[in-house]
């Protein structure tokens, strides 16, 4: 006998197909349900509709300089949505870029050691010019001072000096290897002329000597015959110079016959004198031998016969010696040695004699 007929109770999920029964849920005005206070303590805060829940999962950057990442959202089951990092690929920072080229060090020390040594050579070269320049000054100086004090001329005379160089080294090991001076116009005997003096080993400290030193007066022809003319002592009234000599004409008025004669003159040295001698007579155009002259003019010929002399001496300081005359094209040419304590004998510098 069948049992009688019971009402079957739904399960709370119910059957496939039918939703189960649920509470009735009270709403509000504005569409949504109303939760009381103790749920809404406890229970999260309602979701609208249009808000999705997300989480953010931070990814730690690497080490290395790279892009930033970017997250990348996924939508999960359930309502939710994931954010992950999107994954880049992993690229070499420097792929792309220029290679940059290691800079090479530069070695300092030697830049600085060889820019040392250039301030040094650039300084020592200063300060051997102004040694050199100074060194010189001052024997350039203290030579045209003793050669004006010694041949009696003005303090504003040129005087040109010369020394070898360097004149740094020599200044200092207290001798010049050689000293050359050239004086224009020095009063010679009612005439001038230019001297020149060569010296040798010449002292710069303590006494002022010269080891060898030599001069010369040089006299124009013009100078010359003028000098010769007034110092031979003949009654001239022409003097040419006939190298290696000289020819006089002699004033016709010296013989009662008014006949013309020429004398020729060798010069010479004797006792720092400049001697002319007779060689050979012309008179009245003919050639005649000392002797001939003698007897054809007798008394008269004495002045033509006897040599005749210039003193040089009395117009240079005494320490210079007449040792050679020389006639020639270029005028009268006087060589003489010079005492090397010229500088230090103050008797040295007084005029010579003859």
């Given at each position: 006998?069948?049992?009688?007929?019971?009402?079957?109770?739904?399960?709370?999920?119910?059957?496939?197909?039918?939703?189960?029964?649920?509470?009735?849920?009270?709403?509000?005005?504005?569409?949504?349900?109303?939760?009381?206070?103790?749920?809404?303590?406890?229970?999260?805060?309602?979701?609208?509709?249009?808000?999705?829940?997300?989480?953010?999962?931070?990814?730690?950057?690497?080490?290395?300089?790279?892009?930033?990442?970017?997250?990348?959202?996924?939508?999960?089951?359930?309502?939710?949505?994931?954010?992950?990092?999107?994954?880049?690929?992993?690229?070499?920072?420097?792929?792309?870029?220029?290679?940059?080229?290691?800079?090479?060090?530069r070695?300092?020390?030697?830049?600085?050691?060889?820019?040392?040594?250039?301030?040094?050579?650039?300084?020592?070269a200063?300060?051997?010019?102004?040694?050199?320049?100074?060194?010189?000054?001052?024997?350039?100086?203290?030579?045209?001072?003793?050669?004006?004090?010694?041949?009696?001329?003005?303090?504003?005379?040129?005087?040109?000096?010369?020394v070898?160089?360097?004149?740094?080294?020599?200044?200092?090991?207290?001798?010049?290897?050689?000293?050359?001076?050239?004086?224009?116009?020095?009063?010679?005997?009612?005439?001038?002329?230019?001297?020149?003096?060569?010296?040798?080993?010449?002292?710069?400290?303590?006494?002022?000597?010269?080891?060898?030193?030599?001069a010369?007066?040089?006299?124009?022809?013009d100078?010359?015959?003028?000098?010769?003319?007034?110092?031979?002592?003949?009654?001239?009234?022409?003097?040419?110079?006939?190298?290696?000599?000289?020819?006089?004409?002699?004033d016709?008025?010296?013989?009662?016959?008014?006949?013309?004669?020429?004398?020729?003159?060798?010069?010479?040295?004797?006792?720092?004198?400049?001697?002319?001698?007779?060689?050979?007579?012309?008179?009245?155009?003919?050639?005649m031998?000392?002797?001939?002259?003698?007897?054809?003019?007798?008394?008269?010929?004495?002045?033509?016969?006897?040599?005749?002399?210039?003193c040089?001496?009395?117009?240079?300081?005494?320490?210079?010696?007449?040792?050679?005359?020389?006639?020639?094209?270029?005028?009268?040419?006087?060589?003489f040695?010079?005492?090397?304590?010229?500088?230090?004998?103050?008797?040295?510098?007084?005029?010579?004699?003859?």
């Amino acid at each position: 006998m069948m049992a009688p007929h019971e009402p079957r109770i739904p399960e709370a999920h119910g059957a496939e197909g039918q939703d189960a029964p649920t509470a009735p849920i009270e709403m509000r005005a504005d569409g949504r349900p109303a939760i009381d206070d103790a749920a809404r303590s406890d229970a999260p805060a309602p979701r609208r509709e249009d808000e999705t829940p997300t989480l953010e999962i931070p990814v730690q950057a690497p080490a290395q300089t790279s892009p930033p990442t970017r997250s990348q959202q996924y939508v999960v089951e359930g309502g939710g949505a994931l954010f992950a990092p999107e994954q880049t690929p992993v690229s070499d920072p420097g792929a792309g870029a220029p290679v940059p080229v290691p800079r090479r060090r530069r070695r300092r020390g030697p830049v600085i050691a060889a820019a040392s040594l250039l301030l040094l050579a650039g300084l020592a070269a200063g300060g051997w010019f102004f040694g050199e320049s100074w060194a010189e000054g001052e024997v350039v100086r203290t030579a045209q001072q003793e050669a004006r004090a010694a041949l009696g001329l003005p303090d504003d005379h040129p005087v040109d000096v010369e020394v070898p160089t360097p004149v740094l080294p020599q200044y200092l090991a207290g001798a010049l290897s050689a000293l050359d001076i050239a004086v224009a116009d020095v009063p010679v005997g009612g005439v001038r002329g230019d001297l020149t003096m060569h010296a040798e080993n010449v002292a710069v400290r303590g006494e002022t000597t010269m080891g060898d030193a030599r001069a010369e007066v040089s006299l124009s022809p013009d100078a010359a015959r003028q000098l010769l003319a007034t110092s031979s002592g003949l009654p001239t009234v022409g003097l040419e110079l006939t190298p290696p000599g000289v020819r006089v004409s002699l004033d016709p008025g010296l013989f009662d016959s008014g006949v013309d004669v020429d004398v020729d003159l060798s010069p010479s040295v004797g006792s720092g004198e400049l001697l002319l001698s007779p060689q050979a007579f012309s008179v009245g155009g003919a050639d005649m031998s000392a002797d001939l002259v003698r007897d054809r003019f007798g008394d008269y010929a004495e002045p033509m016969l006897s040599p005749r002399s210039v003193c040089l001496a009395a117009a240079l300081p005494r320490a210079f010696t007449l040792t050679a005359v020389a006639v020639d094209d270029a005028g009268l040419t006087a060589r003489f040695d010079v005492d090397g304590a010229i500088a230090e004998n103050e008797a040295l510098r007084a005029p010579g004699a003859c």
